[in-house]
């Protein structure tokens, strides 16, 4: 049965050689095999010619390569382009490419849901289901760099250039999995991504930033959300956890870890709630002469939840506020949101049509 057979996809170099080596072969075969299925987009195992017969037929007994089933794909008016991905019992998570003169970025989904409920996000409102395997997490990637042309017509330039792990779930609350596929994600065999191209955006789990930091070396982001821990434990009720000054300990240990880079702290301009003058000078205080950039993110607002988006004015008057503090502030460009593909709105809701059409799949397989 294909659910017994070991899914290749999202399996890093050095467990797929220990896999071949277990299989009798030869460890070279696996940088052959990564080349078909990330750089030339193969998952046939006929079609991989330079591997021989009797390889390709004991990868088809006792392996696969399986990708994530599809739902949909949504365009925006503004060139960005949403897919939900099945995940299982009904649901989806989302994947979002925003497409730049310069880059193309993928947001992508670690987990279907997310168990922190941070009050202004839509992900954590659907609560926690499971986490995604790195199969699903490198599957986004593949389907996005299948569907959407390479760039300036190089065979070795992928439409993604950029990876960011801002869309459905908390990477670092699913960590085991997050890793393989960044390991995919930079391998030259694969993507060949720039670690600096790659950014695990999170909520504030310490431990595995440590771990992360020691492992990975890619871009951090965090969301911060609020400068002080009355606020921020409200917003962000995993503060109450890891608090504002360890969370921050915490960025500049990784900081530490690498030269010349910063950690971007994500910060969603609420009306009324964190978006003040006197929250600015906190933030600028946290903040000041440290490694530190701040990314303004305008709230992006979802059925059933009560915020408001700060008005222009007042996120820029916060914008230029930091700056006189010293810091690097920018305001995130909100995009995507007529499809609902814009940061905070990822819920994996599965229209009626897809539904209908899962809920069929589901029957034909129970009455199979
Ligand atoms: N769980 C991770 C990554 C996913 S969320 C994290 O929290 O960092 C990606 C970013 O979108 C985070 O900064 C998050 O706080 C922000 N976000 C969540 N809901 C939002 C909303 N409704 N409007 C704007 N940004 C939101
Ligand atoms: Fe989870 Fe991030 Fe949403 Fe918070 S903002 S609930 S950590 S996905």
């Not at 896999?19 to 991989?48: C, N, P, S």
């Not at 794909?73 to 003169?101: C, M, N, R, Y």
């Not at 890793?179 to 694969?190: F, G, K, M, N, Q």
């Not at 069929?360 to 199979?368: L, Q």
Request: net charge negative; proline share 4%; hydrophobic share 40%.
């Amino acid at each position: 049965m294909a659910n017994d057979r070991i899914n290749l996809l999202g399996m890093p170099q050095a467990a797929l050689e220990a896999l071949f080596i277990e299989f009798g072969e030869k460890a070279f075969h696996a940088r052959q095999l990564m080349r078909w299925v990330y750089q030339r987009g193969v998952t046939d195992f006929e079609e991989m010619t330079d591997l021989s017969k009797s390889l390709r037929r004991k990868l088809e007994d006792e392996t696969s390569i399986e990708l994530p089933e599809v739902l949909s794909q949504h365009d925006s008016e503004d060139g960005t382009i949403k897919w939900l991905f099945e995940s299982g019992f009904g649901q989806a998570v989302e994947a979002v490419f925003i497409p730049e003169p310069d880059r193309g970025t993928l947001c992508i989904s670690s987990q279907v849901g997310c168990a922190l409920d941070c009050a202004f996000c839509a992900t954590g409102a659907q609560g926690f289901n499971r986490n995604l395997s790195a199969a699903e997490i490198i599957g986004q990637v593949w389907h996005a760099n299948q569907a959407l042309p390479r760039r300036d017509n190089d065979a070795a330039d992928f439409a993604v250039t950029n990876v960011v792990f801002m869309g459905m779930g908390e990477p670092l609350a699913n960590y085991r999995n997050v890793v393989p596929a960044i390991e995919v994600l930079i391998s030259d065999l694969a993507y060949g991504i720039s670690h600096r191209r790659v950014t695990v955006s999170t909520s504030g789990l310490v431990p595995n930033m440590d771990k992360l930091g020691d492992e990975c070396n890619v871009s951090l982001a965090v969301s911060l959300h609020a400068p002080n821990d009355d606020l921020r434990d409200e917003l962000v009720p995993i503060n109450k956890m890891h608090p504002i000054e360890k969370l921050l300990d915490a960025c500049w240990r990784y900081a530490g870890k690498r030269t010349n880079r910063h950690i971007t702290f994500e910060y969603v301009m609420l009306d009324g709630v964190n978006d003040s003058l006197a929250h600015a000078d906190q933030l600028g205080a946290l903040l000041r002469n440290r490694p530190a950039k701040v990314n303004l993110i305008p709230f992006n607002p979802f059925a059933g939840n009560e915020y408001r988006r700060s008005p222009a004015d007042t996120i820029l008057d916060f914008q230029n506020r930091l700056r006189q503090h010293g810091l690097v502030a920018t305001t995130r460009k909100t995009r995507g949101e007529d499809i609902n593909a814009a940061c905070g709105q990822l819920a994996g809701k599965v229209s009626d049509r897809v539904r209908n059409r899962l809920s069929e799949k589901r029957r034909r397989v129970a009455t199979a």
